[in-house]
């Protein structure tokens, strides 16, 4: 019986922490933070500031996941641009997780 309730409950911890786990950024707050960005990657979405002489990635509609593994590439060194590692060094891992549930909505409009 007890074990059976034991199973129960870490059955329902599991759903409940593997749910949010997707989605943990907060846009709105990344959104705050966008204005470090913008010079170059253009808000919102899609639009690069300099699309003729200097090749900015689109993040608007990026997956989350990515945008997230990206900027900690940046910020340990797997990737090496100079000025997004000098961006990424200053954020932190909620940061990075805020902007990047920002700009993986961003497409379907700045309200969500
Ligand atoms: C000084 C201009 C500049 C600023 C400011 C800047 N970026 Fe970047 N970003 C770039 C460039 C250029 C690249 C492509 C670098 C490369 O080739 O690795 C890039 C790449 C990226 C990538 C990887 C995209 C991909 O498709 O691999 C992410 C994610 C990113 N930037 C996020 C951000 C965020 C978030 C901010 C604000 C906190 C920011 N950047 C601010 C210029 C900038």
Known sequence: MKA????????????????????AG???????KTS????????PGWKTAYPA???VPKLGGQHEEYLVAALKQYKNGERSHPSMKAIAASLTEEDMQNLAA????????PSK
């Open 26 to 32: 907060d846009p709105v707050k990344g959104r705050e």
């Open 102 to 109: 920002y700009y993986a909505s961003s497409y379907s409009g």
């Open 4 to 23: 059976t309730q034991i199973t129960t409950a870490v059955a329902a911890l599991a759903c409940a922490l593997a749910l949010p786990a997707h989605a």
């Open 36 to 43: 470090m960005c913008a010079g170059c990657h253009g808000i």
């Open 53 to 55: 002489t200097y090749k």
